[in-house]
Every structure is written in structure tokens, then in C-alpha cells.
């Protein structure tokens, strides 16, 4: 049976970064990939030139979800303030999320760890797992975590907090 896979993440890239090998696995096998994303990912920082890195970042998005054969559900990508999501309800967030669920009803989910340093990528971490808390005629698998090496190995300074996967998929 084909699959309906969600990938919901933080930024634009974080996709490609974090499962982009899962991402291909999944294309591969004939399954239907979507991914959402809450920030634009420059937000934050290069103040200065933060619309043309804003356009770069999306128009680059794009290219990837063409060349590893996902989609982006871009009405459930929103812009939410960049590095500054802990300033977001947790509501707003899972809300997001909750429409693309209901919209494609995926088999399998896939987001940041929980424990990443990053503070975007811990919140839809969060807001992922509460989307997809266990309800009545729910059709999900499972929910699988990736890490950002640029930000999840850096959990390690949290007691019992590192990343340690447990789950691989052979290409």
C-alpha cells in the first residue's frame, strides 16, 4: 500500500537537512510526500537583506521539492517569527498542523527531535506530537524524529537528551 508521508518542519531546508534520504526513500517507493513549514528562516538575522534571502530561501525550497519529488502544502506553510516561535502559542502552532493532517491524512510523520537546541525546531517538535496525539480513527503509524546536525547535536549538554536514532531506511 502507497503511503501518505507529512514532514512538518520548522524552516526551509530543515526538510532536505534532516530526511531528505527518508524523503527520496519514500519518492522511491511510490509514496506521496508533503511538507509543511512554520518560518521563513531568515527572520532572525542579515537584517539588512532579509527580503532577497527570504525570496532565495523559497524559490530554492521549491527547487528541492522538485528535485526529491515532494510537495509543499504551501497553504499550511505560514511565517511565523523566525528563531522566535517560543513568542507563539502552542495552539497556533498545532493548528497549522492539524489542517495538514486533515488535508492529505498521512500514514507516517516525520519532525524534529524534541530535545534540539534550536528553539523552532523544538516547538513544531512539540506541536506535531500534540497534533497527532492518539484520537479515534486515526490511520497514522507512526512518528518518526530527524536531527539538524547544525543544532540537535548540541542536546548532548542535556542529561539523556542526545540523539539516538533508532530507525534506518535502506535505499
Excluded at 532579509?50 to 519529488?69: H, M, P, T
Aim: aromatic share 10%; with cysteine.
Amino acid at each position: 500500500m502507497k503511503k501518505r508521508v507529512l514532514i512538518c518542519v520548522a524552516h526551509p531546508d530543515d526538510e532536505t537537512i534532516g530526511c531528505g534520504g527518508a524523503i527520496a526513500h519514500h519518492v522511491k517507493n511510490k509514496d506521496k510526500v508533503y511538507c509543511i513549514y512554520m518560518t521563513n528562516g531568515v527572520g532572525a538575522r542579515h537584517s539588512n537583506t532579509k527580503d532577497n534571502l527570504i525570496y532565495q530561501r523559497k524559490k530554492n525550497s521549491l527547487l528541492a521539492s522538485k528535485i526529491l519529488g515532494f510537495k509543499w502544502l504551501l497553504d499550511c506553510c505560514v511565517n511565523f517569527p523566525d528563531n522566535r516561535m517560543d513568542k507563539v502559542s502552542l495552539l497556533d502552532v498545532v493548528k497549522i498542523i492539524e489542517k495538514a493532517k486533515k488535508k492529505i491524512i498521512p500514514h507516517i510523520i516525520y519532525t524534529h527531535n524534541p530535545h534540539d537546541l534550536n528553539v523552532d525546531h523544538k516547538i513544531v517538535a512539540e506541536a506535531t506530537l500534540t497534533a497527532f496525539r492518539p484520537q479515534a480513527k486515526e490511520v497514522w503509524e507512526k512518528i518518526l524524529a530527524f536531527e539538524i546536525p547544525s543544532s540537535t547535536d548540541f542536546a548532548y549538554f542535556k542529561k539523556n537528551k542526545s540523539f539516538q536514532p533508532n530507525f534506518f531506511l535502506d535505499n
